[in-house]
């Protein structure tokens, strides 16, 4: 019989891959499902019990039903230990310490504790994770509960204080911030990210009054700082900072544009400690195994000696998840090569994940875990089909080595595409070559570098003079890779991808590995055609949909930013945010919503005032994305940040318009807009009572955007405009002020719902209770971005309905 037409897929050869998908899927499933840690102990151990009884009965009855039911019973089994474990890894509620601390948010208390580790944000702030061991409330009142605790420090524009490092005990005092969960659709959520390093509480230190290294030397917080100092002693103060990311993956020292520059040119890889530096310190112990085989013992011996070295390695990288997958994975591989068994890539790089997983069924979510494992398969899939049609003359020569290098990264770029997109927003063009240009002297400097430490502990000034290489190429390095970031075509912004983009990678990858198996790959192909057979019929799906209105009014905190999406899909803002020395909205929140959104223009934007809170996430706007027009409301201002957005957009010639009362904008032929103030009548000296005044009619359904009008804007729109103003949806001047929101003004508008946009601790104390009891007397339904984070709205111009994100 002919093989390729009888072939059928080894499942036996590859149980470890069979078994990981099974504990993924179970571990995904109780993410998603929550009936309770009982309940999955019940559901698990009656499906244990189905299977046994299947398994004996088929032994003594043989019928192909009971076989059937005694393989998918086992198969149940894995799922649902898979969700068991994982629900006895998640917190449903978060830790005494946490509900303690919370009864104290915004108010100080005394904290001791050992620093754990530390990061600076982009604002230039430091965040300290310490490891709690007392806490002073109330002055007097000591609580000795372990817990970690995000401590956030702000040494006003200056560097950390050198006695504050890695293992350091501090005493400090500390003002609680409240941690709040995501507060825009495809936002970050800084607060699940903490949960998931066990730290659920944050404050802000207000004075610090100790900070001393601990005398521990047997904690591996002392020997990573000790590994830290080697390195900036065989370093220059240029290039310490990224050769403590490059041999460690301590990118605390390095900036924010160092980061970016290595993500847009395809380099980030190195400086997350993994499979590349693992790969390095494995290798030498590949090259002498024919010689360890001539020992008795030598087998075990070498082998132990690798665990201690890849453990001693883990420990001074803060045995961070990528390393551990890394040396687990390459463990197996030298344990397999050395006792001569089954050296499969692919179920052994299974068997990691199954290891891992077991330990913290959580890291399945963990980024770095997602495109770690992606990664080896991308490679251990499509590589061996591209190396079939490459001549073996071709791939052993010196030339043929560094083609292989620029294969793999774009294997490796390729097959990770979907979740660069998701996680991060852009893709690196160059990566291939990048990798070409840096990956080969990595490979000799790595190791050299990492020798040198222990003899820099011994000889100083021998250590840093051998070290000259390994400083000349971390120059290099640092000045490629912001050369290269800068080129315009190295990187493209991507939309977010949905299901169907990942269900199409992953067919495609399928398809691929699938290519000399002549009979499966033609499953494959089908398997991918139809994927994007049904992602097209999905898409005909909606664009035979009534078309909609949609309109996010985002959670900027004290200040406004509204996106409005028009039925054919135009964008614009009303108003960006607000702008504070270490924060924009603009950076911070709209540009990330807007890439997560797959927007990369905006037809318009109206600013209703030159206010810091409406306007200042216009300078980072005009930067990152193309703007048709700026509306505003023509009313000058002597503000730093209002001259700044109109030297920028003239800059880059978009024209700037001021609109009055009675003007009208056109943006989508199904939607209008009608400007109702500022009056041209209007002489009073106040930008609020100056707001841009608008509304946007679609089909039956009205909104009116307010702005910051106060009362006497508003009469003034009474006296112009009368009933005109009565409207479905209002979003509520001035966050919510006493000085707005009149009974006049509310009696003619009357809206059916109305939408507050405020921060929730506020030193203005709004929304005032007065202003919120004239709201709440015209039976509005009223929403606020301080209580429930964006407020999204849609209408079909029949009805508007407020969909929750959250």
């Keep these: 019989m002919n093989q390729k037409l009888s072939y059928r897929f080894p499942f036996a050869k590859y149980p470890a891959i069979r078994l990981a998908l099974l504990l993924a899927a179970g571990i995904t499933l109780s993410k998603y499902a929550h009936p309770g840690l009982n309940m999955w102990g019940i559901i698990f151990f009656t499906v244990v019990t189905i299977w046994i009884v299947a398994e004996y009965l088929s032994h003594r009855i043989i019928k192909i039903p009971l076989n059937s039911l005694a393989i998918i019973s086992y198969l149940g089994c894995v799922v649902c230990f898979g969700a068991l474990w994982h629900s006895r890894f998640r917190r449903s509620h978060a830790p005494a310490s946490a509900r303690l601390l919370a009864a104290y948010r915004w108010k100080t208390i005394g904290v001791k504790g050992t620093v754990q580790d530390i990061n600076q944000s982009s604002s230039g702030n430091y965040d300290l994770d310490i490891a709690v061991d007392t806490t002073i409330i109330a002055d007097s009142l000591r609580w000795f509960e372990s817990y970690t605790l995000r401590a956030i420090y702000n040494p006003s524009g200056e560097s950390l204080p050198d006695s504050i490092h890695l293992g350091s005990a501090l005493y400090f005092r500390a003002e609680v911030y409240p941690l709040d969960g995501k507060r825009n659709p495809h936002a970050f959520n800084y607060k699940k990210y903490l949960a998931s390093r066990d730290i659920y509480s944050q404050a802000g230190i207000t004075h610090i009054y100790s900070a001393h290294q601990t005398r521990s030397w047997l904690s591996w917080l002392s020997w990573r700082q000790k590994s830290l100092q080697l390195i900036e002693q065989n370093f220059g103060r240029r290039t310490t900072a990224l050769a403590k990311a490059v041999l460690l993956g301590y990118k605390n020292d390095l900036s924010h544009r160092q980061k970016q520059s290595f993500s847009r040119v395809g380099l980030a890889h190195i400086m997350a400690v993994s499979g590349l530096h693992v790969g390095l310190l494995i290798a030498p112990f590949w090259l002498f195994i024919p010689f360890i085989w001539s020992f008795r013992r030598g087998k075990q011996v070498a082998l132990t000696l690798l665990i201690l070295l890849l453990f001693i390695y883990a420990g001074l990288t803060g045995f961070s998840a990528s390393v551990m997958r890394a040396s687990i994975t390459g463990g197996l591989l030298t344990y397999g090569r050395l006792f001569y068994k089954q050296r499969d890539a692919k179920n052994l790089t299974a068997a990691a994940a199954i290891i891992i997983l077991l330990l913290d069924p959580n890291q399945l979510f963990s980024v770095s875990f997602q495109l770690s494992f992606a990664a080896v398969y991308a490679i251990l899939l499509i590589l061996p089909v591209i190396q079939r049609f490459l001549p073996v003359w071709f791939r052993h020569r010196w030339y043929g080595k560094g083609a292989m290098i620029i294969i793999v990264s774009f294997v490796v770029q390729l097959g990770l595409y979907p979740l660069l997109s998701y996680y991060f927003g852009y893709f690196s063009l160059v990566s291939p070559l990048a990798n070409l240009a840096v990956v080969p002297f990595l490979t000799l400097i790595l190791p050299w570098a990492l020798v040198l430490l222990p003899v820099a502990a011994l000889f100083p000034s021998a250590a840093f003079v051998m070290n000259a290489p390994c400083r000349w190429f971390f120059i290099y390095l640092q000045n490629f890779t912001g050369r290269v970031s800068q080129w315009p075509w190295s990187w493209i912004h991507t939309p977010t991808p949905g299901i169907f983009t990942f269900l199409i990678w992953i067919a495609a990858v399928m398809f691929i ?134 030297r ?159």
């Design 648 to 806: 920028m957009a003239h800059e880059r010639n978009i024209p700037v318009k001021a609109l009055k009362a009675g003007d009208r904008v056109s943006l989508d032929p199904a939607m209008r807009i009608f400007v109702y103030g500022p009056s041209r009548l209007n002489h009073y000296a106040s930008a609020n009572q100056h707001s841009l005044v608008m509304e946007l009619i679609y089909g039956k359904t009205q909104f009116l955007f307010e702005g910051d009008a106060g009362t006497k804007e508003e009469k003034l729109l009474l006296h112009n405009y009368g009933h005109m103003l009565n409207t479905d949806f209002l979003k509520v001047a001035h966050h919510g002020s006493r000085t707005s929101s009149s009974k006049a003004f509310l009696r003619v508008a009357t809206p059916a719902l109305s939408g507050v946009s405020l921060a929730l601790h506020n030193r203005f104390r709004f929304p005032d209770p007065a202003a919120v009891r004239r709201l709440r007397a015209t039976r509005t339904r009223l929403f606020f971005t301080s209580r429930s984070g964006a407020l999204q709205f849609y209408s079909n111009g029949d009805t508007i309905k407020r969909k929750k994100w959250r």
């Design 513 to 646: 590995a699938s290519i000399p198996l002549a009979k499966i790959r033609w499953k494959m192909l089908i398997l991918f055609l139809l994927i994007c057979s049904i992602q097209q019929a999905a898409k005909l799906y909606r664009t035979l949909k009534t078309p909609t209105l949609k309109i996010t009014m985002l959670d900027v905190g004290q200040g406004d930013a509204t996106f409005i999406s028009t039925p054919s899909s135009k964008h614009f803002l009303i108003d960006t945010g607000r702008w504070t020395p270490d924060h924009n909205s603009g950076r911070s929140v709209i540009l990330p919503y807007l890439k997560a959104m797959g927007i990369h223009k905006l037809n318009a934007v109206f600013l209703t005032h030159p206010h810091a809170d409406h306007i200042g996430g216009m300078p980072a706007l005009i930067k990152n994305i193309p703007i048709d027009t700026i509306y505003n409301s023509g009313f000058t201002y002597t503000s730093k940040l209002y001259h700044r957005y109109l």
